[in-house]
């Protein structure tokens, strides 16, 4: 019997992402949890000793495997309960069908409530699970009537996500504005013809010298250029819109008799000019608090640290990692989003994957980080501003890439050591709910 629960444990522990030789440095010993469809599914964080915070995390992410993510075991080493999930579309983005992300997270907080001590819960928006969280959340608070407007590309059943239990707090840690906008910010607006994705108009080519690009290092590129190309990527979406909307009219007439859902593909989708030039989305528009490696928090206009990546000339033209493999439903309900330039005319409230809208109906306690090292400092301030929440609180950790571990690369740029990136970032979300929800 002693060896069956041991070989139990160990099987416990390979289902959430963790090897034999890890278990003794992980705080806790995970639970397998399995959840309903079978493709949902969860890991169990408890502190191994010392007294539990009545308070418990839930980690969960459009895509990833989150069920081993960074957050679960350094929470759990601070005396929280957390679960890390994965959903449905697991490892699948063609499986995508966005609305129904709320299900599994219901599943979550609700098992979570049920957990003996647990007296509040908290989502974590890690990513591209910021817009997932707060989709949920929104639709928690508000109802239906948020996820089902007129104007949304792709609308929610009433049904479905009726009455779902409230979150009572948030954690956006480096929340992508919305899988939508970063999907919006990559297209490659030289591409006038999907049928012929080479064919590229020079005049927006964002790795052609002429235009500023550097192939070796940092690329550069003039205020008249980026406003042309954030005006054409926004032209570009819109088109690839139209054509989804056409098809899935198509298949609903029965003019497509393919049947509910069609392949859909875009190609050259890793153009993102933040990624090739540290000029643009740099900053922070006005002083932030910003947690600096020796732990003191300074306030100032914020600027990221991060390094350039011109590898991505060569991965635009490749279908790993350079295309989209979507369906017509996954790209309206998860990649899709109205606008008229890409980096300062969106139409955020056009999908429900977007984090951007979905806070303006949020109004439990939030805490929004950005990592120092990454590009989204000037988004995280911005998801902070349209918060509805009356208890926010933003701040920048310094030199922590959007992994949330220490930017090396960063600090061969700069000199500076940036080792604590991961202690203060999770010492700082733990006082932050500990002060907000203090044990019985």
């Given at each position: 019997?002693?060896?069956?629960?041991?070989?139990?444990?160990?099987?416990?522990?390979?289902?959430?992402?963790?090897?034999?030789?890890?278990?003794?440095?992980?705080?806790?010993?995970?639970?397998?949890?399995?959840?309903?469809?079978?493709?949902?599914?969860?890991?169990?964080?408890?502190?191994?000793?010392?007294?539990?915070?009545?308070?418990?995390?839930?980690?969960?992410?459009?895509?990833?495997?989150?069920?081993?993510?960074?957050?679960?075991?350094?929470?759990?080493?601070?005396?929280?309960?957390?679960?890390?999930?994965?959903?449905?579309?697991?490892?699948?983005?063609?499986?995508?069908?966005?609305?129904?992300?709320?299900?599994?997270?219901?599943?979550?907080?609700?098992?979570?409530?049920?957990?003996?001590?647990?007296?509040?819960?908290?989502?974590?928006?890690?990513?591209?699970?910021?817009?997932?969280?707060?989709?949920?959340?929104?639709?928690?608070?508000?109802?239906?009537?948020?996820?089902?407007?007129?104007?949304?590309?792709?609308?929610?059943?009433?049904?479905?996500?009726?009455?779902?239990?409230?979150?009572?707090?948030?954690?956006?840690?480096?929340?992508?504005?919305?899988?939508?906008?970063?999907?919006?910010?990559?297209?490659?607006?030289?591409?006038?013809?999907?049928?012929?994705?080479?064919?590229?108009?020079?005049?927006?080519?964002?790795?052609?010298?002429?235009?500023?690009?550097?192939?070796?290092?940092?690329?550069?590129?003039?205020?008249?250029?980026?406003?042309?190309?954030?005006?054409?990527?926004?032209?570009?979406?819109n088109r690839l819109i139209d054509r989804a909307q056409q098809?899935?009219?198509?298949?609903?007439?029965?003019?497509?008799?393919?049947?509910?859902d069609a392949p859909f593909i875009a190609f050259r989708d890793?153009?993102?000019?933040?990624?090739?030039?540290?000029?643009?989305?740099?900053?922070?528009?006005?002083?932030?608090?910003?947690?600096?490696?020796?732990?003191?928090?300074?306030?100032?206009?914020?600027?990221?640290?991060?390094?350039?990546?011109?590898?991505?000339?060569?991965?635009?033209?490749?279908?790993?990692?350079?295309?989209?493999?979507?369906?017509?439903?996954?790209?309206?309900?998860?990649?899709?989003?109205?606008?008229?330039?890409?980096?300062?005319?969106?139409?955020?409230?056009?999908?429900?994957?977007?984090?951007?809208?979905?806070?303006?109906?949020?109004?439990?306690?939030?805490?929004?980080?950005?990592?120092?090292?990454?590009?989204?400092?000037?988004?995280?301030?911005?998801?902070?501003?349209?918060?509805?929440?009356?208890?926010?609180?933003?701040?920048?950790?310094?030199?922590?890439?959007?992994?949330?571990?220490?930017?090396?690369?960063?600090?061969?740029?700069?000199?500076?050591?940036?080792?604590?990136?991961?202690?203060?970032?999770?010492?700082?979300?733990?006082?932050?709910?500990?002060?907000?929800?203090?044990?019985?």
């Open positions: 019997m002693l060896f069956i629960n041991k070989m139990l444990k160990f099987a416990l522990v390979l289902a959430a992402g963790l090897t034999a030789c890890s278990l003794a440095e992980a705080q806790s010993h995970p639970e397998y949890i399995q959840f309903s469809p079978s493709a949902t599914k969860g890991a169990l964080y408890k502190p191994d000793s010392g007294k539990t915070s009545p308070v418990a995390f839930l980690a969960i992410h459009r895509t990833s495997n989150f069920m081993s993510m960074i957050a679960t075991k350094e929470l759990s080493q601070r005396g929280f309960m957390v679960l890390g999930m994965n959903p449905r579309s697991d490892n699948n983005e063609a499986a995508v069908n966005f609305e129904e992300i709320a299900l599994d997270i219901r599943q979550g907080v609700a098992f979570l409530k049920q957990q003996p001590g647990i007296k509040a819960v908290i989502l974590i928006g890690h990513s591209g699970g910021g817009p997932s969280t707060t989709y949920y959340q929104a639709v928690a608070e508000k109802g239906p009537s948020y996820c089902n407007g007129p104007d949304k590309l792709s609308k929610c059943s009433n049904d479905d996500v009726a009455a779902l239990p409230k979150a009572d707090g948030m954690v956006l840690l480096d929340a992508h504005p919305g899988n939508t906008i970063n999907t919006l910010r990559s297209l490659n607006p030289a591409v006038t013809n999907e049928g012929k994705p080479d064919d590229l108009d020079p005049a927006l080519d964002p790795f052609s010298p002429q235009n500023g690009f550097n192939a070796k290092g940092d690329s550069h590129y003039s205020a008249e250029f980026i406003d042309r190309y954030s005006k054409a990527q926004s032209a570009r979406m098809m899935q009219a198509d298949l609903k007439s029965g003019k497509d008799q393919r049947g509910d890793r153009a993102r000019l933040s990624d090739i030039s540290t000029d643009v989305w740099c900053c922070t528009e006005r002083p932030e608090k910003l947690l600096k490696n020796d732990g003191s928090i300074s306030t100032e206009v914020v600027r990221s640290v991060r390094v350039s990546t011109p590898k991505n000339a060569k991965v635009d033209t490749s279908l790993n990692g350079g295309a989209l493999f979507l369906t017509v439903k996954s790209f309206l309900s998860a990649n899709a989003i109205r606008s008229k330039d890409a980096l300062n005319d969106i139409d955020i409230c056009s999908s429900n994957n977007s984090t951007l809208c979905a806070v303006q109906s949020i109004s439990v306690p939030m805490l929004v980080m950005a990592m120092g090292g990454h590009y989204f400092i000037k988004d995280g301030e911005t998801i902070f501003d349209l918060s509805a929440s009356k208890d926010k609180d933003f701040v920048v950790v310094e030199g922590a890439v959007h992994g949330m571990t220490p930017c090396k690369p960063c600090s061969e740029q700069t000199g500076v050591s940036y080792d604590n990136a991961t202690r203060n970032l999770y010492d700082y979300v733990a006082n932050w709910a500990n002060k907000r929800f203090p044990a019985l």
